[in-house]
């Protein structure tokens, strides 16, 4: 199974930018489709951003589009996404996740399609 550690979390004024990084550990994420989901105070978990296993494809919510980027490095087992124009809406614990089965892209705004999460990481953006 795949370990995942999220990082690049803080505080941020709003309108400012930040970069997480997801790192795994225990077997390569190849293969397999990976996402950030995020979760605010008193809210349900949300899907924010996915890439597809080949890396070719992603996909974002509405309320993040044209403002965060993910991106995938397969070599080094990392996956990035970098934020910009931060809102204090925006703030939230930010998850990572890796895809329950390789070769596979649909439903990748489900969270029961991912099998392995981090365990979160902070962002707090100021107004």
């Known amino acids: 199974q795949v370990q995942l550690v999220e990082s690049g979390g803080g505080v941020v004024q709003a309108g400012g930018s930040l970069t997480l990084s997801c790192a795994a550990s225990g077997r390569s994420f190849r293969n397999l489709r990976m996402g950030w989901f995020r979760r605010a105070p008193g809210k349900e978990r949300e899907f924010v951003a996915a890439i597809s296993w080949t890396g070719s494809f992603t996909w974002y919510s509405d309320s993040v589009r044209d403002r965060f980027t993910i991106s995938r490095d397969d070599a080094k087992n990392m996956m990035d996404l970098q934020m910009s124009s931060l809102r204090p809406e925006d703030t939230a614990v930010y998850y990572c996740?890796?895809?329950?089965?390789?070769?596979?892209?649909?439903?990748?705004?489900?969270?029961?399609?991912?099998?392995?999460w981090g365990p979160g990481t902070q962002v707090t953006v100021s107004s």
């Open positions: 996740a890796v895809g329950r089965y390789p070769y596979i892209d649909t439903g990748y705004t489900d969270p029961k399609n991912f099998g392995s």
